[in-house]
């Protein structure tokens, strides 16, 4: 197919290479000239696992392209993907879907021709039948023009495997020739077994919100029980595999640490939070609010751990490496990173704070420039008087401890992701605090 996506960001480049791998003829739009100029010469404005090679052999091979143009993609393009920005609005609690309009705004008009318009930005329930009646009445094509809601349920820095190879995939539609347009477009992927759930729009709306929030429940409470093992003396890994066994439960995403962050997760569970209470589900909506406050706790508890781990030393004038400033491994965002909150509580607490990242100091630097920054991991350590781990990139997890006890003023290392294995950092000389983990 011809397919366009329009806006091209964290959601829009990955799912522009990913069509392109699958066969399509694709055009990414975006407003930015900057952006557009660096995407066609094969360059990676964000780093996600495995894009940049995508991104080199499809521009490069003549399948993707990309333009500040969009009547050039109403033109070119059978297909319209959606993957404009919804942030957080100005009440902190709705989606501000004005770039979904805005996308709808500028491309309806140009529609001459029967399409389809597939929505996979995260909206508010009840978009879809807005976004339709607006676009069937700016297009020329009229109700020829079919509108399918979309979501995404990619986890960043796995954006492409999710995009190839996702767990399922939901289409919110309500005609028979929108869904012939999905099963085409994502033929390769259905063709490989997975499962398409076909739903009215609403369900398609609401099922992004459930998801990401099930998950934040999920992180809010293990995090809450790491709490009670810092308590009570207990090991919350040990309570991880433990509930992880059970069938009914499952280990995936139940990783303690310093909470959620990202582009996506905190504001899915504000805004499916805000939706339950307008509906006027306040029993959802307390629930959910409550996750929401174990998540805002996460940066005190751990600099409770940190103090705890210094002993008589003041956290004032410390020199503190933070390991970490993307809000999870295989990504550059730094959106509402936990990371860099705790860097910047650190600096605000006194301390003297360098953050190494493999990949994010780039991007946290332009979000946090009052933090210095280490583009070497072992260099990052040299002098310091505490190690934060606050990201659970695999660099840190691979590190071999021996070579680097030398280089701090004090080899210690607070663990708040709870990722590494403290034994051979233990046996090589260092100390080592844990989330939920007795001290040893």
């Known amino acids: ?25 694709v055009i990414g739009v975006d407003v930015d000239r900057a952006k ?22 499809h521009t490069g091979g003549g399948r993707l392209r990309f333009t500040t143009d969009i009547r050039e993609a109403a033109d070119f393009a059978e297909l319209h993907f959606i993957g404009v920005g919804t942030p957080i609005d100005a009440d902190g609690r709705s989606y501000d879907t004005a770039q979904v309009y805005g996308a709808i705004r500028g491309l309806a008009p140009h529609l001459g021709r029967p399409c389809t ?39 960043e820095g796995h954006a492409v495997e999710d995009t190839l190879r996702p767990d399922r995939l939901i289409a919110g539609l309500t005609t028979a020739e929108a869904e012939k347009a999905i099963r085409t477009v994502y033929a390769p992927i259905l063709d490989a077994g997975v499962p398409l759930f076909v739903t009215d729009p609403q369900t398609a709306e609401l099922a992004k919100g459930a998801a990401n929030t099930f998950l934040g429940l999920k992180i809010s409470y293990i995090n809450a029980v790491a709490d009670m093992c810092e ?21 995936g995403g139940m990783h303690p640490g310093i909470g959620y962050g990202g582009g996506c997760l905190p504001k899915d569970v504000r805004a499916f939070t805000a939706s339950a209470r307008r509906l006027g589900v ?74 190494h ?36 990139w695999p660099e840190y997890r691979q590190a071999t401890p021996e070579a680097l006890v030398d280089r701090p003023a004090n080899p210690l290392i607070v663990d708040c992701r709870t990722t590494l294995d403290p034994a051979p950092w233990r046996t090589a000389g260092w100390t080592v605090h844990q989330l939920g983990r007795p001290g040893k």
């Open 117 to 155: 318009i597939v929505g996979k930005s995260t909206v508010t329930v009840g978009t879809t039948s807005q976004v339709t009646a607006l676009a069937q009445r700016l297009a020329p094509a009229g109700e020829r023009v079919e509108v399918v809601w979309n979501p995404e349920f990619l986890r």
């Open 231 to 251: 308590a009570a003396g207990g090991d919350i890994s040990q309570i991880v595999e433990i509930l992880g066994i059970d069938s009914r439960i499952g280990s």
């Open 36 to 57: 557009v100029d660096r995407l066609n010469a094969g360059e990676c404005p964000i780093y996600e696992t495995g894009l940049p090679e995508l991104l080199v052999r």
């Open 1 to 25: 197919m011809r397919v366009s996506v329009i806006g091209c960001g964290h959601l829009g480049i990955p799912h522009a290479a990913a069509m392109a791998e699958l066969g399509h003829e």
């Open 282 to 355: 306040t029993g959802a909506a307390d629930l959910l609010r409550a996750a929401e406050k174990i998540n805002e706790t996460r940066t005190d508890v751990a600099m409770d751990l940190i103090v705890r781990a210094l002993g008589e030393r003041p956290l004032k004038g410390a020199r503190v490496t933070v390991w970490g400033a993307a809000f999870k491994p295989g990504t550059n965002d730094v959106r509402e990173s936990p990371a860099l909150a705790l860097a910047h509580a650190l600096q605000q607490a006194g301390a003297a704070v360098t953050v």
């Open 357 to 392: 990242d493999p990949q994010a100091v780039p991007t946290a630097v332009i979000r946090n420039p009052e933090l210095d920054y280490a583009d070497d991991l072992p260099a990052s350590l040299d002098g310091a008087d505490l190690v934060v781990l606050a990201t659970e």
